[in-house]
């Protein structure tokens, strides 16, 4: 008999929520997704999406509104437990919701796809809900297993969109907010002109420029943020 166990909480990132999603292009996966978290959505959902185009914010913003509807619910990046056991997978299905992050990462290993299979497998018989994202449509995985690859196409995809610049000039002013700091029109631009426009990166960036605001006692004026950018690091 195989021992369950349940793995260990996986952070997620501070304040992200469905309230700060900017909606943009992505209404539909993004109302779906909500449906979830509320117990209303469908059973299985795929995400997909290049780098940076906001699928880790959207499973986070799901999990975190699921908590607060008192369902269990766990996320799972890829990126941090591809280096773990297989076996982490186990007991999975004792909880309501489970968004599982960069499926892609465990596409060609025999052990993570064959555990992916059959967590699949369990969770669907508990009747539990499963999102999954991946930088690609199930279509174009690398997955060996055939099982698990027809599995994946068993739900609505949903392909995320990026934001197009005003869109994303407003998520950093939103961000900054939410961090206490004002950052206005102009400055978010002069950031956009300089800098990918991966969510990602311009979210790390909001949170390099609070601290050096803070730390400096001066508001993210262009002359200001022109002055400290040359320490950024992407």
């Known amino acids: 008999m195989i021992k369950e166990q349940l793995p260990l909480g996986f952070k997620t990132q501070h304040q992200v929520n469905f309230d700060t999603l900017i909606t943009g292009p992505n209404s539909q996966p993004i109302a779906a997704l909500r449906a979830c978290a509320n117990a209303q959505g469908e059973q299985f959902s795929f995400i997909c999406g290049a780098s940076g185009c906001g699928k880790s914010h959207l499973l986070q913003a799901t999990i ?3 908590d607060e509807n008192s369902l269990s619910a766990l996320y799972l990046p ?3 437990i591809n280096q773990l056991d297989p076996e982490i997978l186990l007991g999975l299905e004792q909880l309501s919701l489970i968004c599982l992050d960069d499926i892609q990462l465990a596409a060609g290993s025999a052990d993570w796809e064959e555990a992916l299979f059959h967590l699949f497998n369990r969770l669907r018989e508990r009747n539990c809900t499963l999102i999954v994202s991946a930088n690609q449509p199930p279509s174009r995985l690398n997955i060996q297993l055939a099982d698990l690859a027809s599995r994946l196409t068993w739900g609505p995809c949903y392909q995320l969109q990026p934001l197009d610049e005003l869109d994303q000039q407003q998520a950093l002013i939103e961000a900054a907010e939410r961090r206490g700091i004002t950052l206005n029109g102009d400055t978010a631009r ?3 002109q300089r800098l990918p426009r991966d969510m ?3 979210m790390d960036l909001i949170d390099w420029l609070d601290h050096h605001s803070l730390a400096a006692q001066r508001k993210l004026t ?6 400290i ?6």
């Open 64 to 66: 975190a509104q699921a």
């Open 78 to 80: 890829m990126s941090e």
């Open 190 to 192: 002069y950031l956009l």
């Open 200 to 202: 990602h990166s311009l």
């Open 222 to 227: 262009i002359p200001f943020v022109r002055e």
């Open 229 to 234: 950018m040359q320490g950024w690091q992407r």
